[in-house]
Nanobody, 116 residues
Framework: QVQLVESGGGLVQPGGSLRLSCVAS????????MRWYRQARGKERELVVE????????DYSDSVKGRFTISRDNAKNTVYLQMNNLKPEDTAVYYC?????????WGQGTQVTVSS
């Protein structure tokens, strides 16, 4: 079955960096678009960015544009999210996502906390 396993979250000071990873299995990774979402406490889950199977990305959320970069390694079935110049408002649980038709698949999420 489809499995998405995120890692790389943690506590970081403002201005710091983290790289999130999502290892996928159970489907043909190279044929699927992959997404990173995030959900802050008390807020709705929001799309951060999507990478298509071609490697092209859709527009980043305005709040992360210029600071976050998504990439994928099809040989490793892994999608990454490089996050630089982190801000307290980036604090959230970050989720990896893919879709098969109308079915959404989610990882368990990884917590990112930006605080001094």
């Amino acid at each position: 079955q489809v499995q998405l396993v995120e890692s790389g979250g943690g506590l970081v000071q403002p201005g710091g960096s983290l790289r999130l990873s999502c290892v996928a299995s159970g489907f043909l990774f190279s044929l699927n678009a992959m997404r990173w979402y995030r959900q802050a406490r008390g807020k709705e889950r929001e799309l951060v960015v999507e990478v298509l199977r071609s490697g092209h990305t859709t527009d980043y959320s305005d709040s992360v544009k210029g600071r976050f970069t998504i990439s994928r390694d099809n040989a490793k079935n892994t999608v990454y999210l490089q996050m630089n110049n982190l801000k307290p408002e980036d604090t959230a649980v970050y989720y990896c996502n893919t879709r098969a038709g109308t079915i959404n698949y989610w990882g368990q999420g990884t917590q990112v906390t930006v605080s001094s």
